[in-house]
T-cell receptor, first 112, second 111 residues
C-alpha cells in the first residue's frame, strides 16, 4: 500500500487566498483525521471522520476552515480566506478498527 | 487540548546510551501510544500499551504504564544516531477514536 497520500507537499500563498489541501487515506481505513502542527501549539486535532461522516470538528479554529470527505478515498481541508497565522504543517492520518494511526507526509503551508 | 505532557522537552545523548522519555496525562485512558517524527516527516507509530498492561517491549523499545500515576515512559536502549527524532505520546480515552498528543521530546543521539 502507498500509505496516506497528501497533496500538495508545499503551498505558498498570499493572505486572503483560498487554500485546499487534499488527502487520500489508506484503502480500507474508515477513520480520517486532520491535524495541524506548529512550534507554538504542537500537534492539534482539527477534525476527524468515521465512515465519511464528521464526528468531531471542535478543533477547527474558525469558520474560515472547512473539511469534507465525499467518499472513502478522498478528503479536503479548505481555508478561505487564508491568514498568515494559518501557516503550519497540516497532516492527514487514517486508521482502521485498530487504534494505531498512519500519518501522511504533511503539507507545509506558508501564508504571506 | 493537550492531554499528555512530556518530559524532558529535549534530550541529548551519545550513541550506545539509553534514552528515557516520560509522559503524563490527565484522564482515564483505553490505551497509550508512542510515535516518532523525523524532521520534516509525518509521525510513525512505534508501540501501543493498553490500560490493563504495565510493560511492553518491541525490539529496543520498552514502554511502561502506571495508570495510578497517569504516567508512561519510553526507553530506547543502545541508541543509534538514526534514533534522532521527536517522540510523542498519545492517549486514547475511548471517546470515538481520536488521540490526544503530548508536546513531544526532541531526542538527539550523537555519533
Amino acid at each position: 500500500d502507498a500509505g496516506v497520500i497528501q497533496s500538495p507537499r508545499h503551498e505558498v500563498t498570499e493572505m486572503g487566498q483560498e487554500v485546499t489541501l487534499r488527502c487520500k487515506p489508506i484503502s480500507g481505513h474508515d477513520y480520517l483525521f486532520w491535524y495541524r502542527q506548529t512550534m507554538m501549539r504542537g500537534l492539534e486535532l482539527l477534525i476527524y471522520f468515521n465512515n465519511n461522516v464528521p464526528i468531531d470538528d471542535s478543533g477547527m479554529p474558525e469558520d474560515r476552515f472547512s473539511a469534507k470527505m465525499p467518499n472513502a478515498s478522498f478528503s479536503t481541508l479548505k481555508i478561505q480566506p487564508s491568514e498568515p497565522r494559518d501557516s503550519a504543517v497540516y497532516f492527514c492520518a487514517s486508521r482502521s478498527s485498530r487504534p494505531e494511526q498512519f500519518f501522511g507526509p504533511g503539507t507545509r503551508l506558508t501564508v504571506l | 487540548s493537550q492531554q499528555g505532557e512530556e518530559d524532558p522537552q529535549a534530550l541529548s545523548i551519545q550513541e550506545g546510551e539509553n534514552a528515557t522519555m516520560n509522559c503524563s496525562y490527565k484522564t482515564s485512558i483505553n490505551n497509550l501510544q508512542w510515535y516518532r517524527q523525523n524532521s520534516g516527516r509525518g509521525l510513525v507509530h512505534l508501540i501501543l500499551i493498553r490500560s490493563n498492561e504495565r510493560e511492553k517491549h518491541s525490539g529496543r523499545l520498552r514502554v511502561t504504564l502506571d495508570t495510578s500515576k497517569k504516567s508512561s515512559s519510553l526507553l530506547i536502549t543502545a541508541s543509534r544516531a538514526a534514533d534522532t527524532a521527536s517522540y510523542f505520546c498519545a492517549t486514547d480515552d475511548n471517546q470515538g477514536g481520536k488521540l490526544i498528543f503530548g508536546q513531544g521530546t526532541e531526542l538527539s543521539v550523537k555519533p
